[in-house]
């Protein structure tokens, strides 16, 4: 019985760093002010008729906090990737020297940080609806147990300590990011 209550509380444990490992992996695609090649994460450039991320076709890399360089593995590719950067519309321009494609961030306005921070803020509750969502599927496996109701409120008080981890992580992890946005 032992077995079951540890394989519950387990799976709960991991839907809930599953939560928290796809919100990091969020947070990071939305923009702070600095460039970064994670900006560029999403977009995928027409690679001789499939589609392939920009990272398998290019090098990224941020010479300064301002500028992203992409250098094409192959050079004719110059063009498709430019093509994918304005197809994605996520506000950049990108500028093709023959060589590589250079491409300018703009720094951000209050308007648009603040934009973002909300971004960060929906993607954080997102986030905790998942954890939540766990420990309420845990808690109805529980509830299906043939236990003593006493075993039964220890598992979900264990359960509840699980999900006030991991919510309380949530936050931290927004309050990194919305500091790290509204920093100028």
Known sequence: MNEEIEFIVDSAKEQMQGTIDFLIKELRSIRAGKAS???????????????????????VNTPDARTISIQPWEKQMLTEIEKAIMKANIGFNPMNNGENIIINVPPLTE????????????????????????????????????????????VETDIQQLTDTFVKKTDELFDLKEKEIMTV
């Open 111 to 154: 308007e648009r940080r603040r934009g973002l921070a909300k971004q960060a803020k929906a993607e954080a509750e997102h986030a905790k609806v998942g954890i939540r969502n766990a420990r309420k599927e845990a808690n109805n496996e529980i509830k299906k147990l043939d236990i003593s109701d006493d075993m039964k409120k220890n």
């Open 37 to 59: 090649p994670s900006m560029l994460a999403n977009i995928m450039v027409d690679y001789y008729g499939s589609q392939t991320p920009l990272g398998q076709v290019a090098n």
